[in-house]
């Protein structure tokens, strides 16, 4: 006759009884008489036997029915809690107790490492590109400038110079008399697209695309004021931080400083279409109006240029100078309140007129 045992019997609406328990090598099986006076059996297979938690005083067997809700059994019998483990033996939820240890600390283990996969890739999606413009506010000057000349010589490397063009180009800006803490200098290069950017440290690059849409000195004034703008508040090298900061994230720990100089330069192209945000290009007009103002350059230039800008990109594939549209629209919108804050009396400067013209007359290639 087999052994029987006795326990609490718990069902999926957590009404309980007092059972008779049978356990063979398959099977549990659960005997109780109902509140009808019914005698029910329940049979437990091993395989649907969810957890075990054995406790010096009490343990409890957890089923899930198939229905998927959840018995239990309260064992307080230590013989029936052998008896289920010898039974039930070959079963994950009856191992013995260094065998229940070992898959504690398992799945404490693989709960830690999901933890940190999770938290790693939390700062590689989210913190990381804030980290990157962080640092890049932090970066040395004479770095930025060493980072911003590698970038050019692999920007100029893939473009053809105007070198007439960008002589006189020069001239012109330095007649402007902007106050900018780095050496700007600057490059036409040929190219029907309407576009110009800032490369860190200093260097402008303009398309002679641009150049022929502009139609006076002022809105050329403009144009340079915003780029020099963008490297003098070095929004150039923290967007590119931004940007690429999941990249360098990686090149820190696994490349080093040369792996990001490389990477870097690698990727000087992308400055071409580098958008910023409505912030920085906020920025950058703002402080190139100021510029303007403190040379005596007539600020209406500003606008002017951003009309052109506007008139030129109609029916086309904006550039990165218009890829903000419509916030462009705003832009305007703020250079035009900021215009009407700051009444000037715009200063004589012939040579920019002459400079400007001569820009269009077919350069000497050593012009400067």
Avoid: C
């Avoid at 939820?93 to 999901?114: C, E, I, M, P, Q």
């Amino acid at each position: 006759m087999a052994k029987t045992f006795k326990a609490i019997y718990y069902d999926a609406f957590n009404y309980f009884y007092e059972a008779i328990i049978y356990v063979s090598a398959v099977t549990l099986t659960i005997r109780y008489t109902d509140e009808k006076g019914h005698v029910i059996d329940r049979n437990w297979l091993g395989e649907d036997i969810v957890s075990f938690d054995q406790a010096e005083l009490q343990s409890t067997l957890i089923y899930k029915n198939e229905n998927g809700q959840p018995e239990r059994l309260v064992i307080r019998d230590p013989e029936l809690v052998a008896a289920i483990r010898h039974h039930f033996r070959h079963h994950r939820f009856a191992g013995s107790k260094l065998h229940r240890v070992v898959n504690r600390t398992r799945y404490r283990l693989l709960s830690a490492l999901l933890f940190i996969v999770v938290l790693f890739v939390s700062v590689y999606l989210l913190v990381v590109p804030w980290l990157g413009e962080k640092i890049a506010v932090s970066f040395s000057k004479e770095k930025e400038i060493s980072l911003g000349n590698t970038m050019y010589r692999s920007i100029i490397a893939q473009s053809e110079v105007d070198t007439g063009r960008s002589a006189i180009l020069n001239r012109f800006f330095r007649e402007l008399d902007y106050q900018v803490v780095y050496p700007i200098e600057i490059a036409v290069v040929k190219s029907p697209e309407v576009n110009a950017f800032a490369v860190p440290g200093g260097h402008i690059v303009v398309y002679d695309g641009i150049l022929e849409s502009m139609k006076t000195p002022e809105q050329l004034a403009a144009l340079l004021g915003h780029e020099a703008a963008h490297i003098e508040k070095r929004h150039s090298l923290r967007n590119i931080f931004r940007s690429l900061a999941r990249k360098i994230f990686l090149l820190m720990i696994f490349g080093g400083d040369a792996g990001i100089a490389g990477y870097l330069a690698d990727r000087a192209d992308d400055l071409k279409g580098l958008e910023y945000s409505r912030e920085l290009e906020t920025e950058a007009d703002d402080h190139g109006l100021q510029m303007m103002y403190k040379s005596g350059i007539d600020l209406n230039g500003m606008m002017q240029l951003m009309e052109q800008l506007q008139k030129s990109a109609e029916g086309k594939e904006p550039s990165a100078l218009l890829s903000t549209h419509p916030v462009f629209e705003s832009r305007i919108a703020n250079v035009r309140a900021k215009i009407s804050q700051l009444p000037q009396q715009p200063a004589a400067k012939p040579d920019l007129a002459v400079l400007f013209h001569s820009l269009y007359e077919n350069p000497e290639p050593n012009a400067y």
